[in-house]
């Protein structure tokens, strides 16, 4: 398979539109207004295009009735055609366009990721007139049509040099109705193997906003990971938890990295941030937004997510026709305003490719992983809250984390993250005790408890509990630092420590943070499911003055520290590449928005040898805001 992620190569791309008539663009077709927007995004860094067919367009079909009941299918008043196009339903019109656009993306060499079956676009349905109404995932005569049209469509443009993947349609789970948990995984299956029997060269590409995590939910990532060969996300921020943030800030601009990285970890497919973007000016400026995108690009090239596309490329406010009609959400978030002219994004964006594509290492090595953070079962919408929080502590306490579900078998580290154990199932008994036994061999354990009961756990953390009671929240003391803790989910634990070093306590002398040898291995215990309360707090990530929650993380991540470069700036992450020579390229993004002058502690024997972005010296790094440091080490 010709896989457009091979490589570690990473695409700046936008789902588009054309700037003139937006989803209209096929049935009122112009080549000169395209050809004006490809020549705007090719100049301006923009080096892929996810685009879409309009499934009524291009399959226009209508049903015929006679002694009610459908008698046959027709396009208007006409005949199917006695052809190969025609037998599939598809308007020869319609390719002929197509046809058009590929020829124009070649000449500015933009490469395509075709959207197939766009029935959901901007929160509007769209059928054929035929299927008006009936569910475009569960229907037999609907999968049917599908079926010939992917089949045919592929196979007519599959020596189109263009395209690079094939999009089964724009979030297409959306249009699920109310389908059997299953239906989905049919679904998809017959879809993916349409394409794939048509043109078995390029990847399918799921096109679906998110997927959940756990068996027992519809279109699960595990499982559709199985019909596809590349995942995606599309993490708005005003659709998720991160909106009580700016949207130019920590939280908001590190999540779609977190969630591409998840999606790839869990599901065993590659994954890529496939549509985001900040949906208007309710939410941000054309500055912040730009600061949104620069730091967005920074943080998914740094964790190998392959490609960030942003929606859309062209403002689509000034349309009248539905759904921009009646639908605030379809509005002015592109590229480019309506009059053509660039925003601060297109400039972004531009920089970033000149950057990466002159850079040596552009095709970014991956990077070092340290713990793996265990996603537990049943968490429902508070996995991404957790994993994310998760996973932006441990950057702040300089050690980056792989996911891994906990009904999977957990691959082999030297540290274990359990966050927020907030299920009454969170994990089954038989891999506990896989988990188990690699601490016993010398492996760490972090896990943080909410208001569940967890099994053998005396044995586990060392203490011995007398009681636990509803808690609120509680000022806790680790080190010289302090930290308020609780609310939600949460008990008060008594317990005695028995066997166990007590790290932090509560006002009252209670054990709230523990070590505990096991084996030749550790188990660090927290009493508060501190991700998932912070996930709810504004602020956390951004003000200077919270406390450094992360300091909880620093006392297990001694037991991987080998790092090269420490940040010591909770607004700096960083991550670390290897190369074959030995020489380390160390990547620190600033999420904040000042510049940052602080120290990046290099490891006793490592030392500069190239800096190819910021600054750095006298073992201090400055990085403007929203930026980014990129230097080589070498021993």
């Known amino acids: 398979m010709n896989n457009f992620m091979r490589d570690n190569k990473f695409w700046v791309g936008v789902n588009y539109w054309c700037s003139r008539n937006s989803i209209n663009m096929w049935e009122d077709w112009s080549a000169e207004a395209v050809e004006e927007d490809f020549k705007r995004l090719s100049s301006h860094g923009v080096r892929a295009l996810r685009m879409f067919l309009v499934w009524p367009v291009f399959q226009p079909l209508k049903a015929i009735w006679a002694n009610m009941k459908i008698y046959e299918y027709r396009m208007g008043e006409e005949p199917l055609p006695d052809t190969e196009a025609g037998r599939a339903g598809v308007s020869e019109e319609a390719c002929g366009h197509f046809a058009e656009f590929c020829a124009l993306a070649d000449k500015y060499n933009l490469k395509l990721i075709v959207g197939l079956l766009t029935g959901h676009m901007s929160f509007r349905f769209y059928w054929p007139d035929a299927f008006q109404g009936r569910n475009f995932l569960s229907d037999p005569t609907l999968i049917k049509w599908e079926v010939r049209f992917v089949r045919y469509f592929v196979k007519r443009f599959r020596d189109q040099p263009s395209i690079i993947a094939w999009d089964l349609g724009n979030e297409c789970n959306c249009l699920a109705g109310g389908i059997p948990q299953d239906q989905g995984f049919v679904w998809s299956t017959c879809i993916s193997a349409a394409i794939r029997e048509s043109d078995p060269t390029r990847p399918v590409v799921s096109g679906f906003a998110g997927v959940p995590l756990d068996l027992d939910e519809q279109f699960n990532c595990r499982e559709h990971a199985e019909t596809v060969d590349v995942l995606t996300t599309h993490p708005y921020q005003i659709f998720s938890y991160t909106q009580i943030d700016p949207v130019n800030s920590m939280r908001g601009e590190i999540d779609p990295a977190v969630r591409a990285s998840l999606f790839e970890d869990i599901g065993g497919k590659p994954a890529f941030v496939e549509e985001v973007g900040s949906i208007g000016y309710t939410n941000n400026s054309e500055k912040s937004e730009a600061e949104f995108l620069r730091t967005g690009?920074?943080?998914?090239?740094?964790?190998?997510?392959?490609?960030?596309?942003?929606?859309?490329?062209?403002?689509?406010?000034?349309?009248?026709?539905?759904?921009?009609?009646?639908?605030?959400?379809?509005?002015?978030?592109?590229?480019?305003?309506?009059?053509g002219s660039p925003k601060p994004l297109a400039h972004t964006a531009k920089e970033f490719t000149d950057f990466i594509e002159n850079y040596e290492y552009g095709e970014l090595p991956p990077h070092t992983t340290?713990?793996?953070?265990?996603?537990?079962?049943?968490?429902?919408?508070?996995?991404?809250?957790?994993?994310?929080?998760?996973?932006?502590?441990?950057?702040?306490?300089?050690?980056?984390?792989?996911?891994?579900?906990?009904?999977?078998?957990?691959?082999?580290?030297?540290?274990?993250?359990?966050?927020?154990?907030?299920?009454s199932k969170p994990i089954f008994l038989h891999r506990l005790n896989e988990l188990l036994e690699k601490v016993r061999e010398g492996a760490a354990l972090y896990f943080s408890l909410g208001s569940t009961l967890f099994r053998r756990l005396p044995e586990l953390t060392g203490l011995t509990v007398e009681s636990r009671e509803a808690g609120g929240p509680e000022e806790i003391t680790l080190g010289s630092d302090k930290f308020t803790l609780g609310g939600g989910m949460r008990y008060n634990i008594e317990a005695i420590a028995d066997t166990c070093e007590v790290l932090a306590a509560a006002p009252d002398g209670r054990p709230v943070f523990v070590r505990n040898r096991y084996g030749k291995g550790s188990i660090y215990f927290l009493t508060f499911p501190m991700e998932l309360q912070l996930a709810d707090k504004a602020g956390i990530f951004r003000d200077a003055d919270k406390p450094p929650y992360y300091r909880f993380y620093e006392v297990f991540a001694k037991a991987v520290d080998d790092r090269a470069a420490r940040s010591s700036h909770p607004c700096v992450l960083t991550t670390e590449h290897p190369l074959s020579d030995g020489k380390r390229i160390i990547t620190a993004v600033n999420y904040s928005g000042e510049t940052i002058d602080a120290p990046l502690a290099l490891r006793e024997g490592w030392a500069p040898c190239d800096i190819a972005r910021g600054g750095y010296a006298g073992g201090n790094m400055k990085i403007t805001p929203h930026d980014a440091l990129v230097m080589t080490v070498t021993k």
């Not at 997510?305 to 509005?331: E, K």
């Not at 793996?372 to 998760?390: D, G, P, Q």
């Not at 441990?394 to 050690?399: D, F, G, L, P, T």
């Open 370 to 423: 340290e713990a793996i953070c265990i996603i537990t079962r049943e968490l429902k919408n508070n996995f991404s809250k957790i994993a994310a929080t998760s996973f932006i502590l441990a950057k702040q306490a300089n050690i980056d984390v792989r996911f891994a579900h906990a009904d999977e078998k957990l691959p082999d580290s030297q540290l274990y993250i359990m966050p927020s154990v907030v299920t």
């Open 297 to 339: 690009l920074w943080s998914t090239w740094a964790q190998g997510n392959r490609g960030f596309f942003w929606w859309c490329s062209s403002d689509q406010g000034h349309l009248d026709y539905a759904p921009y009609d009646w639908n605030n959400y379809g509005s002015d978030y592109g590229f480019f305003r309506k009059d």
